[in-house]
């Protein structure tokens, strides 16, 4: 499972809060939620995003990424924003879950993180656990996620796996 694209980045400690602000919980759509994602750390990202102005396929953020409340509505509006994967120096542990929960697929790799800049163009092979930076030639590696977890990502998350199972 191959995912290319251009990278936004953003600091450490990026709580669910900043990723989804709460006054938005009362909407549960990703493609709603996707309007306000990212509010509180650049307000001007799902607008841009939207516009087609920029199309970020990959986050690359520093430390406990996803900190805060275990609102599912965090990874549901960055995957319903457009972004494919996020690579992080560590992440929450509840949104680690969520996003998983959600077939939004996440890494940690801080030599990633630490070798990348907004604007660069990423190609993360999940199965091989790589990250190849196209504009640098620079190779990290990482954990890649073991079948069960690729199976949930590949169907789309939790629900819909279960769902390829039971039928």
């Known amino acids: 499972m191959l995912i290319e694209g251009e990278v936004w980045t953003c600091g450490d400690h990026v709580d669910t809060d900043a990723i989804i602000p709460a006054r938005y919980l009362n909407v549960s759509t990703a493609e709603e939620l996707a309007l306000h994602c990212m509010e509180g750390v650049d307000p001007s990202f799902a607008r841009r995003v939207a516009a087609g102005e920029s199309t970020p396929e990959l986050i690359v953020a520093g430390q406990n990424f996803g900190c805060g409340s275990s609102r599912e509505h965090a990874p549901l509006a960055i995957k319903g924003a457009g972004v494919s994967c996020v690579v992080a120096k560590s992440f929450a542990r509840i949104f680690y879950r969520n996003a998983i929960n959600i077939g939004l697929p996440i890494l940690t790799c801080a ?9 660069d163009r990423l190609r993360v092979d999940l199965r091989a656990g790589t990250i190849l930076n196209l504009n640098t030639g620079q190779t990290y590696q990482t954990s890649p996620f073991p079948d069960f977890v690729m199976d949930i990502i590949a169907a789309g998350g939790l629900v819909a796996y279960a769902r390829e199972r039971m039928s």
């Open 111 to 119: 030599e990633a993180v630490e070798g990348t800049k907004a604007g």
